[in-house]
């Protein structure tokens, strides 16, 4: 059995890092910048992709 993203193939396609602007990919529960090497979680389906400013 497949199992759902827990957000869209779409919406994956329109994020990028807000640190970096770099291209995230979606792993098991949460969104990975490979350029920034920062990770931001998924919540109940929105991604959550805050960061320290230091």
Same mark, same amino acid.
């Given at each position: 059995?497949?199992? $759902?993203?827990?957000?869209?193939? *779409?919406? #994956?396609?329109?994020?990028?890092?807000?640190? +970096?602007?770099? $291209?995230?990919?979606?792993?098991? *529960?949460? #969104?990975?910048?490979?350029?920034?090497?920062? +990770?931001?979680?998924?919540?109940?389906?929105?991604?959550?992709?805050?960061?320290?400013?230091?």
């Amino acid at each position: 059995m497949k199992e $759902t993203p827990l957000i869209s193939e *779409d919406l #994956l396609k329109l994020l990028i890092c807000p640190k +970096s602007g770099g $291209t995230l990919k979606m792993e098991s *529960d949460k #969104l990975t910048c490979e350029e920034s090497s920062t +990770s931001y979680a998924i919540k109940d389906g929105i991604p959550i992709m805050f960061y320290p400013e230091n």
